[in-house]
C-alpha cells in the first residue's frame, strides 16, 4: 500500500475541524502569520488569545488576563454571555440569512425592541457603526432637502473636532486626527468642525442649511473626553430653536456602558437619531442601527439605503437577546457601581506618574504624565495580566465588560498600581 499522502490544508480544515487546525498554532506562529497575509492596519498588543469567558481572556500558554478593553465595549455582556450564546445557537438550527427581499419574524423584533430600548420610533438595521453613521447622515441630509427644504448640495452637518465616528472615507475626512486622513483624499465636502463641548462655537457654525449636529456624548478614542456639564442639555434646545437634527454617536458610550442605558440621558438631550452598534451585538457578532424620529426615519424610501447582511435573522436574534439582557440584569446599575468603584480606587492610587482619572461607569481612562514611557507601562500592564491599550492623549482606557464584580475590580485597582511602580 501506498504510503498515504500529507492532507492538504483544506482536507485537514475539513477531516478535523477548523478548530483542530487552530489549536496546533502556536501564539508566536500566529502573530508572525498574521503580519505576514495580514495588511498592517493595526498594532496589536503582543498577546495573542485563544478563548475567553466572562471577563477574562486566555493565551496560548494558558496565561489569564482581565479584559479592560472588552473589544472597545462592544463585550459588554462579558465573552460567551450564556443567554446570547444559546440564543445564537437556536437560531443556527432555524434561518440565519435571508435578505431583505423578504419579511422575518425576527427583524420585525429587532426592530420592536430596539426602539423601545431607545424610545425611538423607527430603526434601520445595518452591521457595523461606521454604517450606522453613513446612514444617520444620509438620512440627515435627506430631512435637510425634503423636509426642512436647504437648497440642493448645500446640507451641512455640525461635528466635534477629535471625534471618532468610524472609518470610511466619507468619515474620516471629517476627522480631526491627521494620520486618519492622510493620503486618503478627497473628501465628502458638507460638514463643519467645532471645538468638542463648546455651545457657543456650535450656534456660530450654525446656518439655514445645517441639518444636524453629530456628535458622541463622551469622546472615547479622543480620550475619554467629557463635555461641559450641561453642554448636551443646551445643545438639545439649540437644535430645537434652530429646527436642526440632533445625532447621538453612542456606538461606544451606549447600552450602559456609562451607568444609564445611554449617556445623553445624564441631561435633557434626547436626540432625533442615535446610533448603535458594538454592545448591540452581544459580544459576539457585529449589529448597528440607527433609531430616531418618525420623521427623520421616514424619509428613506425603497432603494434609497441597505445592506445585504443588515438585519439579517441570526443578527437580529443576538441583538434582542443582548437588549434583553442588559435590562434583566440591571447591568445598567452594575456599570454605575462597578465604574465609580474602579475610578475611585485609581485616584486612589497615589502614582506620581498619574496625571487624571476621568470616567463614568465602566468607562475609565487613566491619563499618565509627560514624559511617562507607555510602551513600557502598556508591557507591564500585559505582565499584570490586563489588557489595556491607550487612547489619545496618554490616556489608557478601561472598558471591562459590564458584568465585572467588584473583587474582579478591586484586581484591576491592585494589578494597575503594581503596573504603575
Ligand atoms: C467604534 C465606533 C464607531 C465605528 O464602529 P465600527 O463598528 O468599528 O464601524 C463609530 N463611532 C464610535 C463612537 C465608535 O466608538
Known sequence: MNKAEPLSLWQDIEQNGVQAVVARISDAEAIEMTERYGSHNYHPLPVNIVRAKGVYAYDGAGKQYIDCIGC????????????????????????????????????ALLLKTVCEYTGMEMACPMNTGAEAVETAIKLARKWAYTIKRVPQDKAEI???????????????????????????GPFTPGFITVPFGDIEAVERAMTPNTAAVLMEPIQAEGGIIFPPDGFMARLRKLCDANNVLLIWDEIQTGFCRT?????????????????????????????????GSREALSVFKPGDHGSTFGGNPLASVIAIAAMAELQTSNLAENSARMGARLADAFRNIGSEKVLDVRGRGLLVGLEVKEGVDTAELSSRFIEQGLLTKETRHRTFRFAPPLVIDAATVDEIAAKTKAALQ
Open 158 to 184: 455640525i461635528v466635534a473636532a477629535e471625534n471618532f465616528h468610524g472609518r470610511t472615507t466619507t468619515i474620516v475626512g471629517f476627522s480631526s486626527e491627521p494620520q486618519y486622513k492622510q493620503d486618503f
Open 72 to 107: 472597545y465595549s462592544a463585550v459588554a455582556h462579558g465573552h460567551l454571555s450564556e443567554f446570547v450564546c444559546e440564543t445564537a445557537r437556536r437560531q443556527l438550527d432555524k434561518v440565519t440569512l435571508v435578505s431583505r427581499a423578504m419579511y422575518t419574524t425576527e427583524l
Open 259 to 291: 451607568g444609564k442605558p445611554f449617556a445623553w440621558q445624564f441631561e435633557d438631550a434626547k436626540p432625533d437619531m442615535i446610533c448603535l452598534g458594538k454592545a448591540l451585538g452581544g459580544g459576539l457578532f457585529p449589529v448597528a442601527a440607527v433609531a
